[in-house]
């Protein structure tokens, strides 16, 4: 059937961001968030276990090619240490054979393809030069960016979905602002997170989270209101990530400060409760960033169709 549609000049912003679907692109994108979430839990486990340091070159492991080092030697700290190693490689080489296929794209997928191959790199040499000079500040950055990477993944993949190629009209244009400073603040937050785990302070930790945990309802709640088939169930799924998050964080505040080791024993409040924690805040933060680039998306088909003057709603490949 033909569609209504704006003039092409109206539409070349949003169609530079939302592009025509294409399934390759589009599980490239998943594949490379879900392994970047299974490396997320082997850092995780990497820092809670101790095993940081527990290969003390790099880029080889112990003298080897990483990729030829033997399987029998992984043990103990070199175990999760080598596999997180191993993983950040994998994940390496699915964003670049990502970046490929949103080449092809052009517009803004294109430069975010490239701009995740740069965040992938820096992620590496940050991790690799961890061990090399041994300062904790490089940790640090190294356990932020991680959580931001995995965010333009969950949006890269939102925007190459069939979802995310259709036209956010049911959205408010005023929704851009508040969607953006949520999950600026979510981000924050989990950088106060890294800080407390290298020795840093919790007041703002627990300021950020009282923050959180104020604005993410407000704007969810809109957001759940709506028609669209992106926002709408991702305003549900952020609520709930919320919910799990907050019982992860009391409980390793309580393990922390009042029952100490007693509190469901140690391999749960010093590996499990952190480990699950950061994963947790992974997931917060994609889902937050997920529907600020909605209602960014949202704000570009807005102004198009009042450029056009119909009006009207339009969908499709654009």
């Not at 992938?120 to 190294?142: E, P």
């Not at 408010?172 to 508040?178: E, T, V």
Request: aromatic content about 6%; proline content about 5%.
């Amino acid at each position: 059937m033909p569609q209504n549609r704006p003039p092409v000049g109206a539409l070349s912003s949003a169609a530079t961001l939302i592009g025509v679907w294409r399934p390759v692109a589009h599980r490239l994108a998943l594949a490379t968030l879900a392994a970047t979430a299974v490396l997320i839990v082997l850092g995780g486990l990497v820092t809670n276990t101790g095993a940081a340091l527990a290969v003390p070159d790099w880029p080889s492991t112990f003298g080897h090619n990483m990729f030829l080092f033997p399987w029998s030697r992984m043990v103990g700290g070199v175990f999760y240490e080598h596999s997180h190693r191993l993983a950040g490689a994998l994940v390496g080489l699915l964003t670049v054979a990502l970046a490929a296929a949103l080449w092809r794209e052009g517009g803004r997928l294109r430069q975010l393809g490239l701009v995740a191959v740069a965040v992938v790199l820096a992620q590496g040499v940050l991790g690799g030069l961890r061990v090399v000079l041994l300062q904790d500040t490089l940790a640090i950055v190294h356990g932020s960016l991680a959580p931001a990477f995995f965010a333009l993944l969950a949006a890269l993949s939102m925007l190459t979905s069939p979802c995310g190629r259709i036209a956010a009209a049911s959205l408010d244009p005023a929704l851009k602002r508040p969607t953006a400073v949520t999950a600026a603040l979510v981000y924050v937050q989990i950088v106060f997170g890294a800080l407390l785990a290298h020795a840093g302070p919790l007041d703002p930790h627990l300021a950020g989270a009282a923050l959180v945990f104020a604005l993410v309802p407000i704007v969810t709640v809109r957001l759940r209101r709506t028609t669209d088939a992106v926002a709408a169930p991702v305003a549900t799924l952020l609520l709930v990530l919320l919910g799990v998050q907050l019982v992860l964080g009391v409980g390793l505040l309580l393990a922390r400060f009042s029952l100490g080791s007693s509190f469901g024993g140690q391999v749960m409040t010093a590996v499990l409760l952190p480990v699950a924690h950061r994963l947790v805040g992974s997931l917060v933060l994609g889902a937050a960033v997920v529907l600020a680039v909605r209602a960014s998306t949202a704000v570009t088909h807005a102004v198009a169709l009042r450029a056009s003057g119909t009006g009207r709603e339009f969908s499709g490949s654009l």
